[in-house]
């Protein structure tokens, strides 16, 4: 999906484990986003990086944390998940206005 | 508050024939919008954009309309194929944060 890569694709957790979901680009650019997905309620925005070193909230950012390591890759973080966090997650690059987001190809969430 | 909705679920369709999916937005800050396309287990794929100091985009068979006073889009298909059997996502912005529709799934009948 356009040079944006998450990891894993599918994952299973406990309620109360912790993991980080990943997502790197190859296409330099400063934005990226994480939205979660889930039945009926579109995309919604949880965390968004505008360059390097700042981050900021969206929509529904409780029970998350996430982390802009570099320009390439921006980790979303669950500390102690919940099955209400059960969903598909996407991360996204913004090319900018006239032009797009990319996204990547999600990271399956089941929390038992 | 949903700021951005999609009404219709659902539209079905003959191939050959118009598609027209509807989006409502109600922050009248935003400037941006754009229309995406998602195939399970895929991540949504871009399909046309619109400026807000626009009325009109278009791109091969896809046309998006925005009209500003109604805080209203619509992405016109024609004609429409199987192959766009998919889920469309309307989004709008204004700066940095993106909204999202819910989504209206279009089946193409061949």
């Known amino acids: 999906n356009a040079g944006v890569t998450q990891t894993p694709k599918f994952q299973v957790l406990k309620t109360g484990q912790s993991m980080t979901l990943q997502c790197a680009q190859d296409?330099?650019?400063?934005?990226m986003y994480w939205y979660r997905q889930d039945p009926g309620m579109g995309l919604r925005l949880i965390y968004y990086?505008?360059?390097?070193?700042?981050?900021d909230k969206g929509e529904v950012p409780n029970g998350y944390n996430v982390s802009r390591l570099n320009k390439r890759e921006f980790s979303l973080r669950l500390e102690s998940a919940a099955p209400s966090q059960t969903s598909v997650y996407f991360c996204?690059?913004?090319?900018?206005?006239?032009?797009?987001?990319?996204f990547g190809p999600g990271t399956r969430l089941l929390v038992l | 508050d949903q700021q951005v909705k999609q009404n219709s679920p659902s539209l079905s369709v003959q191939e050959g024939r118009i598609s027209i999916l509807n989006c409502d937005y109600t922050?009248?800050?935003?400037?941006?919008f754009l229309w995406y396309k998602k195939y399970p287990a895929e991540g949504p794929t871009f399909l046309i954009s619109?400026?807000?100091?626009?009325d009109k985009n278009e791109d091969g068979r896809f046309t998006v309309f925005l009209n500003k006073s109604a805080k209203h889009l619509s992405l016109h298909i024609v004609p429409s194929q199987p192959g766009d059997s998919a889920v469309y996502f309307c989004a709008a912005t204004s700066g940095n944060q993106f909204y999202f529709g819910t989504g209206t799934s279009l089946t193409v009948i061949p």
């Open positions: 296409m330099n650019h400063n934005s």
């Open positions: 922050n009248s800050m935003f400037d941006y």
């Open positions: 996204a690059i913004w090319t900018g206005k006239q032009e797009t987001q990319y």
């Open positions: 619109i400026s807000s100091i626009k």
């Open positions: 990086s505008a360059s390097e070193g700042t981050t």
